[in-house]
Structure formats: C-alpha cells, structure tokens
C-alpha cells in the first residue's frame, strides 16, 4: 500500500507575490479594528436609519487622520516584531515566493489565451488573458534546519530544467545543497538553511558511534567513510580545526599519532602526549609503525573468538588509531624518491584497509597535488574540507570535476566540505573561544585517561 506524506507546501503561481498577500492579510485587520475602536463610539450612536447622506459624510477628517496614523504605527510596530521573533517564517515565505517566480520567468509552465470579459459582461471584448493550464508540482518544507525542495518528476518537457536545479536553488535561497536523491516520481533536494547558524561551540563536537560531530549537521562517519584530507592557507583555520579533532578524538579511546614536519604548532603537543613527530626519521619511523601495527591487528581480529565476518574493530571493543599529518606535501617534498615510494606505498595500503581494522588518515597540507596523492589514494578520503582562500585549481584537486560555484568571505574557520555524498557544501569549523588552552585541555583529558586505566589495573590485580 502506497504511504502518503506531507511533501510540503505546495507552490502556486499566485505565490509570486506572497509576502504582499500574507502581509496584508495579517495587518489589514489589526488596522480596521484600531481605527473602529477610534471611531466605534460614533458609529454605535448614529441613528443610522435617519441619517442623511451629509450627516455620514460629516467626519471629523483631523481626528480620522489620527486614527489611521496611530493604526499606522501599531502596525510597523507589529510587522518589526514578527520580523524580528519569526524571522524563520518570513524567510519561508520569501523562499516560496522566489521558487514560484522562478517556474513563471522561466516559464516552465504550460498556459492558454482565454477571452477576458469587459467591465460590461453582454458586451463583446477583444482583450485576452493568460490561463495557467499546467503549472509543476514544487513542494517546499524547512525542517531541523534543513529545507527539503520536492519536484514532481512526469517526464515532460521541462523535466531536465527540474531535474538540475542545484545551483538556482543555491544562489536563490542563499543556502547550500547536502543532498539530492532521486525518488519514485519526484526529485528531493535538501539544503542546509542558514548555514553559520548550525556552527557549533568546541565543547559540542562529539565522537560516538564511530562518527565525529563537526556541524549541528555535519559529522563525520568515519567508521562508514574513512580517511580525511584537509587543505587550506595560512589563516584559513586549518591548525585550530586538526586541535579541535585531536581534542574530540581524545574523549573517546582513540589512540593519536600527530606528525608535524615543520615543527610547528602540532608539535607542541609533544610535552603533553606521546607520539608526536616533526623528525623526517622519526616521521617515517612513525608511518612504519602505523602500518605494521594495522596489519598485526587485521591478523589478530580473525583469531578472536567474537570475530564475525563483516564486523569492524569496534564490534570487538578496540580502540580507533589516527594518524593526523599536517602539511603532508611540504613532508613528501624533503624525501628522496625511493623514500617518497616507500611512503606513498604504506598509505595507500592503509586507506585502503585501514576501515575493519580502525586504522584512519587524518592528512592536512595546503594544495593536495595530485603528485603525492597518487594511485587512487586521494580518492579513498571520503571527508574531505577545504578552508580559506584557495584558487579554482585548488578547488579541482580537492573535489574533483564540478560546476559548483565558489564564494571568500571573510570569516576565520569557513571553507566547503564533501562529507562522502560528492555533494559539496558550506562549512564553519567550532568555534573555539578565545583563551582556549589546547594543550592544556588534551593534558587534562590523557591524565583523567590514565587515571582510569590505572584504576582498572589495581581493579583486577585485586581481584586476582
């Protein structure tokens, strides 16, 4: 049986001009009911059945005047207010109106000319109107910050305008496109409203589940859809962003391994936590390590007694590891050939098998060209987020192919991600506060870890 469920509001052509209508319909009334209360004495003491035609018409104009410019007021006064506490609704409904007056400009409808009758209906006239026949079914809804645009699909003339709506809808509404899925019979198109509304605080980014929470509609599920390549200039937000990850990851049991090859920032975090490299031998020792301990534990979890085929790590209860690289081609660049193959070798093998085992790339460099992620590699990152300023080729080699438009501004954090949809969207990193210590906080995170861990040692010592 066929499942019926509310698609939306239905856009209509008369919806071109909605904000008037509804506007109207909502003040319209409070200002007759302010000027009727002025006058409503008056009125009740007419004796209208005895009044002449000069007697009604004997208003007091200056005391009218007053009446309506107090309406007036009260009236801008409301229409401020709505403004401001429903700000959500008047923008649905400038939404439904520029969609309905996209369909009428670009006259993707269907219409006939029909005779229009004079202002004497007996009297032949030689003016006609235009009739609306076909008009396409359009459905609008804006839910937990998402706006879900459903277009029915009947294989008409207009169904390949329909059917790529994308970047009208972007530029239109001023949001950005997550999802579109074709359905039986319509096309959805969900885009996230407001999107620096859904920026979320540091202390908001969650990991659970086998997936991080970076946006209030953003996570990255990286059980699912492994491996992450960041890119961005300097000042874009990208080292705030990598300590926001390695800060998320700490909460849970992860297992972090940070290389720093310019022995910046990320190198600091070597007087709180282990395995943090900015050493070209170190570095490559490091990358040796990941991949062999990947590999004993691809061979160790067939050996479990609660080994299923199918399961990841996380069914068995091990810890996720991460390697987070920053400025990775600034790295392959001070290796020698045989080197640069020998590293280029060991990650692609562990993109490509490191997601049952729970061996994951966190890798961050300015440009990620094309020379040292070769062989598929740069592929197999599924998040991908590019922050700052970057040129349309570094668009190119962070996305791929694509007619997405995109747009600078000015704001510290903001770039564009792929969360492994191929669909790419707006994207503000959390907001940290200023006088946030990070490596205060990670210090605080590894003491309270190891102070469990020890507390659980003691515990079975015990009761051993």
């Not at 019926?4 to 009334?29: M, N």
């Not at 003016?127 to 937990?144: A, C, D, G, V």
């Not at 903001?414 to 669909?423: A, E, I, N, Q, W």
């Not at 210590?437 to 659980?456: G, N, T, Y």
Request: hydrophobic content about 40%; some cysteine.
């Amino acid at each position: 049986m066929k499942q019926f469920f509310f698609r939306g509001k239905r856009i209509r052509p008369t919806d071109k001009e909605l904000v008037f209508h509804v506007t109207l319909a909502a003040l319209l009334p409070v200002f007759l009911l302010i000027v009727l209360l002025f006058h409503g004495k008056a009125i009740i003491q007419m004796d209208w059945k005895n009044s002449s035609l000069s007697q009604i018409c004997n208003i007091n104009f200056p005391y009218l005047l007053i009446s309506m410019g107090v309406a007036g007021m009260v009236c801008l006064a409301l229409a401020v207010l709505i403004y401001h506490y429903r700000r959500d609704t008047i923008k649905q409904l400038y939404h439904r109106q520029k969609l309905a007056k996209m369909i009428l400009e670009n006259k993707w409808y269907e219409a006939e000319q029909v005779q229009s009758d004079g202002f004497f209906k007996d009297l032949s006239s030689s003016r006609s109107k235009e009739k609306i026949t076909y008009f396409p079914k359009l459905y609008y809804q804006l839910q937990n910050g998402l706006i879900q645009i459903r277009v029915e699909i009947t294989l008409g003339k207009y169904q390949d305008q329909l059917l790529h709506l994308e970047k009208k809808l972007e530029s239109g509404l001023y949001c950005e496109l997550t999802d579109k899925e074709l359905k039986d019979s319509y096309v959805e198109y969900t885009l996230l409203y407001d999107t620096i509304a859904n920026r979320i605080s540091i202390e908001n980014v969650q990991a659970q589940g086998g997936k991080l929470r970076l946006m209030k509609n953003v996570w990255w599920e990286y059980d699912k859809l492994p491996h992450m390549l960041i890119a961005g200039g300097t000042g874009g937000g990208k080292t705030y962003f990598i300590l926001t990850l390695i800060e998320a990851l700490f909460r849970t049991n992860a297992v972090l391994y940070i290389l720093d090859p310019k022995n910046a920032d990320l190198a600091d975090l070597q007087t709180v936590m282990p395995n943090v490299y900015y050493k070209k031998e170190d570095m490559l020792a490091c990358i040796d390590s990941f991949y062999e301990e990947m590999m004993k534990r691809s061979e160790d979890m067939k050996k479990m007694e609660s080994y299923k085929t199918g399961e990841n790590y996380a069914y068995l209860g091990l810890p996720a590891h991460f390697l987070i690289f920053d400025e990775y081609v600034a790295f392959m660049e001070m290796l020698g050939t045989k080197e640069n193959a020998a590293v280029l070798n060991k990650l692609k093998q562990i993109v490509m098998l490191g997601r049952q085992a729970g061996f994951f790339l966190i890798l961050a460099c300015q440009r990620p060209d094309a020379k040292y992620l070769g062989d598929g590699i740069r592929d197999q990152f599924n998040f991908r987020v590019a922050l700052g300023r970057m040129s349309e080729m570094g668009y190119g080699m962070m996305f791929g192919e694509t007619d997405k438009d995109f747009f600078l501004k000015q704001i510290k954090g903001r770039g564009y991600v792929d969360t492994g949809t191929s669909v790419i969207s707006e994207f503000y990193t959390p907001l940290v506060p200023k006088g946030h210590d990070f490596l205060k906080e990670i210090k605080a995170l590894i003491d309270s870890r190891q102070a469990a861990q020890a507390a659980c040692e003691a515990k079975a010592a015990g009761d051993d």
